[in-house]
């Protein structure tokens, strides 16, 4: 029996479960430990508390993310998300103005650093 036979054709992924997410939670928190300044691993946590709708959570780790990297227009972004998601709307507003901002300097100033 082939895969098509055994699998529908309007098959779609299932959304991951809460164990994902506190899986995931619990892997970036070890990498956090092992180096608390890795942006990266900040932003993943982040991420995955506003998936699970751990929003205070989201928020701070946000808040570490753009106080480690000013820069992060996606972590600011996010942010706005989760205000907004929360009814604070002037933060929410506040956090996309300022990521479409450095957005738009980045793309009219490109880096200069080669890849």
Do not use: C, N
């Amino acid at each position: 029996m082939s895969a098509s036979e055994t699998t529908p054709a309007d098959a779609t992924p299932t959304r991951p479960d809460e164990q994902d997410f506190d899986r995931a939670i619990a892997e970036f928190s070890k990498a956090i430990e092992l180096k608390p300044d890795a942006v990266d691993a900040v932003y993943g946590r982040a991420l995955a508390y506003q998936y699970k709708q751990a929003f205070p959570a989201a928020i701070a780790d946000y808040d570490r993310v753009i106080a480690l990297d000013p820069g992060h227009a996606d972590a600011l972004f996010k942010r706005s998300i989760v205000h907004r998601q929360l009814g604070a709307f002037e933060k929410a507003t506040a956090d996309f103005d300022r990521a479409v901002q450095l957005l738009w300097r980045q793309r009219l100033l490109p880096s200069t650093k080669e890849p």
